[in-house]
Nanobody, 116 residues
Framework: QVQLVESGGDLVQAGGSLRLSCTVS????????MAWHRQAPGMQREFVARITTTGITEYADSVKGRFTISRENTWKTVYLQMNNLKPDDTAVYYC??????????WGQGTQVTVSS
């Protein structure tokens, strides 16, 4: 199995930047892709960004051009660089690992709050 721990969440003003980190431990070789999701109060969890083993990235329309997902080649850490943050980006951000053998893994989340 894979264990995930997020960090880097904080309170930031609109227009500011944050970098989230997801530290990975366990069976790295089981990972097919990793992603960031977020959940705002009273809302469903939503997809933010994904990166595959080959480095292909995918983003939600709401964050394209502002957020960048990246990873270390060994999958030890996955990052989410968030620029030009908006109040609508306020949410708990979760790291997610899609693995070759279920179950997939979720982290415990890190809070991002963007003030206007």
């Amino acid at each position: 199995q894979v264990q995930l721990v997020e960090s880097g969440g904080d309170l930031v003003q609109a227009g500011g930047s944050l970098r989230l980190s997801c530290t990975v431990s366990g069976f790295y070789y089981m990972i097919k892709s990793m992603a960031w999701h977020r959940q705002a109060p009273g809302m469903q969890r939503e997809f933010v960004a994904r990166i595959t083993t080959t480095g292909i990235t995918e983003y939600a329309d709401s964050v394209k051009g502002r957020f960048t997902i990246s990873r270390e080649n060994t999958w030890k850490t996955v990052y989410l660089q968030m620029n030009n943050l908006k109040p609508d980006d306020t949410a708990v951000y979760y790291c997610y690992a899609s693995t070759k053998s279920p179950p997939d893994s979720w982290g415990q989340g890190t809070q991002v709050t963007v003030s206007s």
